[in-house]
């Protein structure tokens, strides 16, 4: 994880999911706008004749029924992109609910750890697997769990990290 959510003052830092999602997004809007003009293309290329004196007449609707089809699709997946973002967006706000002590506040801006979008109250030492360090809320203490799983040669990362925050938030 890197530095996925975080407030600073009153601007918000975005996730790279969210970024990924939105340029997805444009993407998705520009082709369906390309589609569209191409269909609007070929239709006008009918000249206002009836597509039952044409030779080839119900090839000519099988094509603009696929490319229906087609517009459709994109927009149904332009849709589901936007509810995506709508989801991540959600999620960002509910990590930035959560009130945190400025030390942690600047450990995670020193990329030292990084909050879990899961559950805001819990944060993992860059560097380190298994090990949480976790804020009581209530009594704005700090404690540390699954320190048992944590491979030796981490052991010093997390305990330093978590050694030095308990100082300055004690």
């Not at 070929?42 to 087609?70: F, H, I, M, Y």
């Not at 002590?101 to 860059?126: C, H, L, S, Y």
Request: proline content about 4%; hydrophobic content about 30%; charged content about 35%.
């Amino acid at each position: 994880m890197s530095k996925e959510n975080q407030k600073i003052g009153d601007s918000v830092l975005t996730s790279p999911r969210l970024e990924i999602l939105k340029r997805s997004l444009d993407k998705k809007k520009i082709a369906e706008h390309q589609k569209l003009h191409e269909h609007f293309s070929d239709v006008a290329r009918a000249n206002g004749q009836p597509l039952n004196d044409k030779r080839n007449g119900a090839a000519t609707l099988k094509r603009w029924k696929k490319q229906e089809d087609s517009i459709r699709n994109q927009s149904a997946s332009i849709e589901k992109t936007k509810a995506a973002i709508e989801r991540e967006e959600a999620k960002i706000a509910h990590v930035n609910s959560v009130e945190l002590p400025d030390a942690i506040r600047e450990a995670i801006d020193a990329g030292e750890i990084t909050q879990w979008r899961k559950n805001p109250r819990m944060f993992f030492v860059v560097g380190v697997h298994k090990g949480r360090i976790c804020l009581d809320v209530k009594t704005q203490t700090i404690g540390h769990r699954y320190l048992s799983e944590v491979p030796k040669d981490q052991y010093p990362r997390f305990r330093d990290v978590y050694n030095k925050l308990r100082r300055t938030i004690s």
